[in-house]
């Protein structure tokens, strides 16, 4: 097992293996068989393959001479206007080594202020012959509408169950561990379709002897058992027995962890829908109080009794 950085080592550096967004992968090969790329705009949650797409797209357009044509920047770290006047338009308005054209790339572009966001406009205007834009966000609702309508739009999904604990069984053989299919399962739970986070979460759980469930929950601060396991007894009226649960589980998690994986829990009742919404009213005053500083285990508390008192 190598100390490698595994999202790093286990990135696809072609779209073919890029997995879980197969009609994305299709449309993309087909723009650059034509070599018809447009500017993109790539939408949807964190890591679930949007960088690698833009990084295997340059690889497949321009091989080993990628990096003096490919510019990526993160515009949450560098937002304003200035680094667009600057940096891409500097970029922008150089000739492609081989010729073509250059891509920017621009991650979390939906952090980029207005002002900036209306200046890379202009560019993308200006320079539209040599160089093709990127773009990638959480939320394309963000991004100005004159952008939007100059660009392609991929949105991208979470990884399906089996697609991620597919790939992540890939890399538990090429590493030589050993991991139990419900460890697997519990990587995917926590990670929420997030490969980053999963890989990232793999890679921690694998240095200290075989990957289990219950390793993977304590790394990633998450028992969704014992949390399910405490509302049931609140839901059947015994606040004692939800109580002394509770008191088990903020010896490892926090208050935010418990309410959080509450709500999911909640979530997956099989209850009436009127009594689930009165509930899930009571975790969110529960989740308002905690985030404004209350004592997290008097407002769990709290949270039980209503429970228990509903029965």
């Not at 929420?192 to 921690?204: F, P, T, V």
Request: with cysteine; hydrophobic share 40%.
């Amino acid at each position: 097992m190598t100390t490698d950085i595994w999202t790093e080592k286990y990135r696809p550096s072609r779209l073919d293996q890029l997995v879980g967004q197969e009609v994305i992968v299709r449309r993309l090969k087909a723009l650059i068989e034509k070599k018809a790329l447009p500017h993109c705009l790539f939408s949807g949650p964190a890591g679930i393959g949007k960088t690698t797409a833009a990084l295997a797209i340059a690889t497949e357009l321009y091989g080993e001479r990628w990096k003096g044509n490919f510019l990526e920047l993160n515009a949450s770290d560098e937002r304003g206007i200035d680094t667009i006047r600057d940096k891409v338009k500097e970029f922008a308005r150089t000739m492609a080594v081989g010729g073509g054209f250059k891509i920017v790339y621009l991650d979390e572009a939906d952090a980029l202020t207005k002002d900036a966001q209306h200046a890379l406009r202009r560019i993308m205007e200006q320079f539209s012959e040599g160089c093709r834009f990127v773009l990638s966000c959480n939320y394309s609702s963000r991004i100005i509408p004159p952008i939007q309508s100059r660009c392609a739009i991929f949105r991208f999904s979470p990884l399906a169950m089996e697609t991620a604990v597919r790939f992540l069984e890939n890399i538990v053989f090429a590493e030589g561990l050993k991991a139990s299919a419900d460890a697997l399962l519990a990587i995917y739970d926590v990670s929420g379709g997030d490969m980053r986070r999963a890989i990232n979460l793999l890679q921690s759980a694998a240095f200290d002897g075989p990957i289990t469930r219950e390793k993977v929950y304590a790394l990633s601060s998450k028992d969704p058992e014992r949390v399910r396991l405490m509302l049931k007894s609140a839901l059947d009226g015994s606040f004692k027995a939800a109580r002394g649960s509770l008191h088990e589980l903020l010896d490892s998690l926090s208050g935010e962890d418990v309410i959080k994986e509450t709500h999911a829990q909640l979530m997956e009742l099989q209850i009436p829908d009127e009594r689930k919404l009165q509930l899930l009213e009571r975790v969110g005053e529960c989740e308002f109080r905690i985030i404004e500083g209350s004592d997290p285990r008097i407002q769990l508390e709290t949270l039980l009794a209503y429970l228990s008192a509903k029965k």
